[in-house]
């Protein structure tokens, strides 16, 4: 289906007669989608053979893509009409300020040159540093491919003993990966080149990751770990008499020209080539369009130049790594570790886990990472908290029949709590569960252990260091199948661990999802989701099924708990989707974290109802309040002298109006004098003992309905509504009632959505 190229390009009367849907302009501006915006760089003599080829195989999807065709300025095409390049192709600067899916740089028969003598060399580095930005997935092509291996990572090309020509046998270096989706084992290419790659010198980058290679002629295909480049070194998209233009066009030059390797029946070059690379070449181009274009794109082109694009954020199955998390509780005994090793190993997807301390078992019971706590404070009476945790893990180690030496990982911490300083041990003790625990874990699944504390790093005061994490990370898990990385902590500088906050195994599963550029990040916990309302006052409510991170974060900051605050961020600017899951009912779909809702055809319209009691409602008036901006100021200062946190406030013609907690009343009371005294005519009214209930909705701001129904609810209980903010960024609701109205309010609203 559509592809459309520009009205009257050659390709489109040659594909046409093919059979190929080319759509023209005319045509392609009645579909109302969002059309992919494809840039080919067309470096090639032969043009018009080029761009034909290449629009063949991007015509070859059900999407459609809008070409556009960029030529270097500062060389001028010398076997195609001046017409022809100024009918289709611009120039760099007539498309700097755009953006695009995706770009394709295609070879150039300038390879016997350094790159810096080439013509053009300049310009093109111009174009490739924009495209880093400006561009989601470039596609490099045979010498375009080794242009841009030496410009992003300074990777050499050398000279082949003799020139690699012919059709050549490919295979696969990593058949999980989604650009050879649906490759078999082995396929052929074509290659047209004097020059390789610096082999050893691309599968030893840390940002780069080999796919597939020819035993013959070396690498075939590459991409950057962050999917954004692709580096093909041979030509897929040539036709079946290419190889045997150029075989002639040699030939006229140096009649000791080879015939091109595996291309011509019985090597008779008067025989009709036969083709045996066109299925690949379909499948390869259209695996790029839909997993590293389509799917992955923002759909506001726009974004592009933020980072923020979305990875995958398709639901399907297509997702070929997946990290996974498991909290305390789905680690808190043996039947909870063989849970989790069904889940593991019921998706070989799933190959990076992330584990917390063994939780509790039940109400009454203690988690490990408390009895470290205890044991680092309680002096003498260490041993006795050390003597439970260790019986803790053995015995699980024991029901699982797992040969593990609980004792000897306990007596190391034993012996540092004996001679070290308590300051010296701070976030050293409470790791240790997770070390522990993940250990056996990785032993009890046959993954391998890696510690946190050699690769997520902390700098000197303490901030986790993203960036130099995310590369040691990364390079490190590359490296293993299948991997157990505890929770909760790294190490500092000087080689110290420190922990996160509490509950910090989260950010610790988002960190190894976004170092390993997973396609989702698993978080198995002990519900089945995000509930819709809180379950002690709605009775058995839904669990949401997508919310956005954006959503996550009001609800958190409602009070709705669930993920660790700041999880979403490590894996936000990736777009890495967050599904929250229960270890005890796996079959659960759980709740979907995504960057981008519209993706996902879904009928919810709200998200999530948060509510807490303990508010009031301090309102100031005084003439011109909300005109005069050095009143409302004075106003904000007070409050904001006596540490007073507001939760929202509104603004009237002559009033000012705050919710607070009334934990603050004292320092309210301190705050409305001051008020008095120092602005003459101020009065107040304040009104106690009020609960506060938001209701979060994406759809907030464009869904009359919503609030109709939230307001028609509580109407109909006659429940009088004592706040109400709509919302600052659409995404909310606030509203405060009595708090002897608080339970109903949140049933009665729960009810019209759920
Ligand atoms: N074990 C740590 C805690 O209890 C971290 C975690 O479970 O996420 O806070």
């Avoid at 990572?153 to 999980?176: M, S």
Wanted: net charge negative; with cysteine.
């Amino acid at each position: 289906m559509p592809i459309k190229v520009p009205n009257n390009l050659p390709a489109v009367e040659i594909l046409t007669k093919e059979n190929v849907f080319v759509m023209t302009d005319t045509r392609a501006m009645t579909q109302d989608i969002r059309p992919l915006q494809i840039l080919i760089l067309n470096l090639m003599p032969t043009k018009v053979e080029t761009e034909t080829q290449l629009t063949r195989l991007l015509g070859n999807s059900p999407l459609q893509v809008e070409l556009e065709l960029l030529q270097t300025s500062t060389h001028k095409a010398k076997n195609v009409s001046e017409e022809h390049m100024i009918a289709f192709y611009k120039t760099f600067d007539q498309v700097r300020n755009k953006y695009y899916d995706g770009m394709i740089i295609t070879g150039a028969p300038v390879e016997l040159m350094e790159f810096e003598e080439v013509e053009y060399w300049d310009e093109l580095c111009e174009i490739m540093e924009w495209s880093k930005t400006h561009v989601h997935s470039t596609f490099h092509i045979c010498w375009g491919a080794q242009a841009g291996l030496y410009y992003h990572y300074g990777i050499k090309k050398k000279r082949l003993p003799e020139k690699a020509c012919g059709v050549f046998l490919h295979t696969l270096e990593y058949k999980t990966g989604m650009l050879f989706r649906g490759f078999d084992d082995e396929f052929y290419v074509p290659h047209s080149r004097y020059t390789g790659l610096d082999d050893e010198a691309v599968f030893s980058h840390p940002d780069l990751r080999v796919i597939s290679i020819s035993p013959e002629v070396g690498i075939f295909a590459l991409k950057s770990i962050d999917d954004k480049q692709i580096f093909i070194t041979g030509h897929s998209e040539y036709d079946a008499d290419t190889l045997r233009n150029e075989y002639l066009r040699d030939l006229a030059i140096d009649p000791n020209t080879k015939i091109p390797y595996n291309y011509f029946p019985d090597d008779n070059p008067e025989a009709e080539p036969q083709v045996s690379w066109r299925s690949c070449a379909n499948l390869l181009y259209s695996n790029w369009l839909n997993y590293f274009v389509y799917q992955s794109t923002p759909f506001d082109l726009n974004d592009i130049k933020t980072g923020a694009t979305p990875k995958h954020e398709l639901v399907t199955d297509n997702f070929d790594l997946i990290t996974v998390k498991f909290g305390g509780s789905s680690l808190a005994d043996a039947n909870q570790f063989k849970k989790v090793s069904g889940i593991v190993k019921s998706d070989p997807r799933r190959r990076f886990v992330v584990a917390s301390a063994p939780g509790k078992r039940n109400s009454d019971d203690i988690k490990i990472t408390d009895l470290l706590l205890k044991s680092m404070n309680a002096g003498d009476d260490a041993d006795k908290y050390l003597d439970l945790i260790e019986e803790r893990y053995s015995g699980i180690a024991e029901e699982l029949g797992v040969s593990f030496d609980a004792k000897a990982e306990v007596n190391l911490i034993r012996d540092r709590i004996k001679k070290e300083s308590k300051e010296s041990l701070l976030d050293y003790v409470p790791s240790r569960g997770e070390y522990i625990g993940s250990k056996l874990l990785a032993k009890y699944i046959g993954f391998d252990f890696i510690d946190a504390g050699e690769f997520i790093k902390f700098d000197a005061e303490g901030n986790y260091d993203k960036d130099v994490t995310e590369r040691l990370l990364g390079d490190e898990l590359h490296k293993h199948d299948y991997a157990v990385i505890p929770g909760f902590y790294g190490s500092l500088p000087d080689g110290r661990i420190k922990t996160f906050s509490r509950g910090g195994s989260d950010i610790t599963g988002a960190i190894v999802a976004a170092s390993t550029g997973s396609d989702l990040y698993e978080n198995w916990t002990d519900v089945s989701g995000l509930l819709m309302a809180d379950p002690r006052i709605v009775e058995k409510p839904v669990s949401v099924p997508l919310i956005t991170y954006r959503e996550l974060r009001e609800l958190s900051y409602l009070g709705a708990e669930v993920l660790h605050a700041d999880t979403v961020f490590q894996v936000a600017s990736k777009g890495i989707p967050i599904n929250i899951k229960n270890t005890n009912a796996p079959g659960d779909a759980g709740t979907l974290i995504v960057n981008n809702a519209r993706y996902y055809s879904n009928a919810q319209d709200i998200s999530g109802l948060s509510g807490a009691r303990g508010y009031m409602n301090v309102t100031v008036q005084l003439a011109h309040l909300n005109e005069k901006s050095e009143l409302r100021e004075h106003v904000l200062d007070i409050f904001e002298s006596k540490g007073i946190k507001i939760e929202t406030m509104m603004t009237g013609v002559d009033s000012m109006s705050f919710l607070v907690k009334e934990s603050f009343k004292a320092d309210v009371e301190d705050a409305l004098s001051e008020i008095k005294e120092k602005m003459p005519g101020a009065s107040e009214e304040t009104l106690s003992d009020l609960a506060m209930i938001g209701v979060v909705g994406r759809d907030m701001g464009t869904s009359p309905n919503i609030a109709i129904k939230i307001l028609s609810a509580l109407a109909a209980l006659k429940i009088n509504i004592k706040f109400l903010d709509h919302g600052a960024g659409n995404l909310h609701m606030i509203l405060a009632v009595d708090d002897k109205d608080y339970e109903n309010a949140v049933r009665a609203i729960y009810q019209q959505f759920a």
